[in-house]
């Protein structure tokens, strides 16, 4: 399945809503793909950075209609989402987070990260595992990552990035007084304001477009 990059398909959908399935049959990169993410791989390596490799998931399939959102998933090579120019589709969820009176939780990722290291982001966010529903992922990394469980989450949107990475993004309210706890992979975090105009210059222009998207 070919994407252009984009806003693949928009909710709001509740996590009940989202069907999953997976394939059986593990993903086949092209040599030249594979390749590529054999070089950033060792690129990782020279630099200290995580590069554990294995099987985490590709979006192979979906479909919108009748209040769902339905996923057909396939095994794929992680390393594959580090090919800057072909990601194979690997998919990511993105779980966007917000405090009760509408500010927005970001964290600068630390710069030993194997992705986006040194750069600010929103929320939470990871590889969907192999067998996982994305919807799970979201949850997971809120805790892995902010030590925090959310009052009410909602499954928001499917956005293809312009290096072939298929996002799943989720919305995460928590409850009035929650507070969160950083993991070792941000070595910053901040709540920034309600209004979008008001983000402070960190704040680059895919964050805004994000923000202004789960805003409306």
């Known amino acids: 399945m070919a994407t252009a990059p984009g806003l693949l398909a928009r909710g709001p959908w509740s996590p009940a809503q989202v069907e999953v399935s997976w394939r059986t049959d593990p993903f086949e990169a092209e040599d030249e793909a594979t390749a590529a993410a054999d070089t ?3 690129a ?7 590069s554990h490799d294995g099987l985490a998931a590709r979006l192979a399939h979906f479909e919108v209609g009748a209040g ?5 998933l396939q ?11 072909n990601g194979a589709q690997s998919i990511s969820s993105l779980c966007v987070v917000r405090a009760a009176d509408g500010r927005w939780l970001a964290g600068r990722r630390a710069d030993w990260l194997a992705t986006w290291a040194g750069r600010w982001a929103l929320g939470a966010g990871g590889a969907v595992e192999v067998d996982e ?8 990394e809120l805790r ?11 499954v928001e949107a499917l956005l293809a990035l312009p290096n072939d990475i298929v996002l799943f993004v989720g919305l995460a309210w928590l409850p009035e007084g929650a507070a969160v706890i950083p993991d ?10 309600a209004n979008i105009d008001d983000w402070p210059p960190e704040a680059d222009d895919p964050l805004r477009r994000v923000g202004a998207l789960l805003a409306t």
Not at 144 to 150: C, K
């Open 40 to 42: 950033a791989l060792q």
């Open 44 to 50: 990782l390596r020279e630099r200290g950075s995580p």
């Open 68 to 72: 769902r959102l339905v996923l057909e």
């Open 75 to 85: 095994p794929a090579r992680w390393a594959l989402r580090l090919n800057p120019e």
């Open 133 to 140: 529903n994305p919807t799970g992922t979201l949850s997971r």
């Open 144 to 154: 892995e990552e902010w030590s925090v469980e959310p009052e009410r989450m909602s």
């Open 184 to 193: 070792a992979e941000h070595d910053e975090f901040a709540w920034w304001p």
